[in-house]
C-alpha cells in the first residue's frame, strides 16, 4: 500500500523555493521551515512555519506529531547543525531524509583561488596590510572578521541589519540575489576590491561575485564547506519529487 508523502521542507535558499512550487503544483502535504535568520522570508505556495526546533530532540518531537514522512534538507550548505540534526532526527524518527543541495564551486580556468578550511581560517590569513575586501558571507559571521581590523570591509546583506557591524572601517549594501556578473563587476570597480572572501556555497545565483572576480584578474579566498554526516543527496527539486514518488507529470503517483 502506497503511503502519502507529508514533507517537512527545511528551507531558506532559492533551491527549497523552487522545489515549494512542485509539491504545491502537485498537491503534496508539505510545510516550510525557515530558520528565522531572514527578517522579511518569502512567502511560500505551502504552509509556513519560522523559527528553530530547540536541537534533535525538539526536531524529533515535531517529526512525530505531525507524521512527517520525508525530510528535506534545502538549508545553506553551510548550516551545519541545522544539516547534522536532520540526519539524527530522521534516524531516531524512522524519517526517510534527503538534502536537496548545490553542487560545490569548481574552480575554472583564469581564476586565483587560495581555499581554507574554515572561516577561523579565512580570518587568519587576512593577517597583513590594509586591503579593500569584499566579505561575501552573509551577516551571521562578519563579526568574526573584527579581528582584522585594518582592512576595509565591503559588505552584502538581504536584510539591513539592527545593529552596525563590529568592522571599523565598512561599507553596507542590501541587496537581494540573484546578482549578474556585469553588475557585481561594476561593485568591486566602485568599491577598489582586491580580494573577496566567500563560502563555497555553489549554485548560479551567488556565482556572479566570482565571474566578476575572474574577469578582473581578482583573488578570492574560498572557504570549503564544513563535513556533514552520510546523506543521501539531490541536485535538482524534480529528483526529490522522483524520490517521493512523482513522475514528471503533475496528478501522476507511483508508491512510495
Known amino acids: 500500500m502506497s503511503v502519502k508523502p507529508n514533507v517537512l521542507l527545511l528551507g531558506g535558499t532559492t533551491e527549497a523555493s523552487r522545489l515549494a512550487l512542485l509539491l504545491a503544483e502537485y498537491g503534496i502535504a508539505a510545510i516550510f521551515s525557515y530558520a528565522g535568520r531572514t527578517e522579511s522570508p518569502r512567502t511560500q505556495p505551502i504552509a509556513m512555519r519560522t523559527g528553530g526546533f530547540g536541537g534533535v530532540l525538539g526536531l524529533a518531537a515535531y517529526l512525530r506529531e505531525h507524521r512527517i514522512t520525508h525530510l528535506v534538507d534545502a538549508t545553506h550548505p553551510f548550516a551545519a547543525t541545522m544539516s547534522a540534526n536532520a540526519v539524527t532526527a530522521a534516524a531516531l524518527t524512522g524519517t526517510a531524509l534527503a538534502a536537496l543541495t548545490r553542487p560545490a564551486w569548481q574552480p575554472e580556468a583564469g581564476d586565483r583561488w587560495t581555499r581554507v578550511p574554515g572561516l577561523g581560517d579565512a580570518v587568519e590569513a587576512l593577517k597583513g596590510p590594509r586591503r579593500h575586501i569584499m566579505l561575501a558571507l552573509g551577516r551571521m559571521h562578519v563579526d568574526a572578521f573584527g579581528a582584522q581590523p585594518q582592512h576595509h570591509y565591503l559588505l552584502r546583506f538581504v536584510d539591513a541589519p539592527e545593529h552596525p557591524p563590529a568592522l571599523p572601517d565598512h561599507s553596507l549594501v542590501v541587496d537581494r540575489g540573484p546578482f549578474l556578473a556585469e553588475t557585481d563587476r561594476d561593485l568591486l570597480r566602485t568599491h577598489a576590491i582586491d580580494l573577496i572572501v566567500c563560502k563555497n556555497a555553489g549554485g548560479s545565483g551567488a556565482s556572479a561575485k566570482l565571474v566578476a572576480a575572474r574577469q578582473l584578474g581578482l583573488p578570492v579566498l574560498m572557504i570549503d564547506r564544513p563535513a556533514l554526516p552520510e546523506r543521501r543527496e539531490f541536485h535538482g527539486p524534480q529528483d ?17
Not at 242 to 256: K, N, Q
Open 240 to 256: 526529490v519529487l522522483r524520490w517521493l514518488g512523482h513522475d514528471a507529470s503533475p496528478g501522476t503517483e507511483r508508491g512510495v
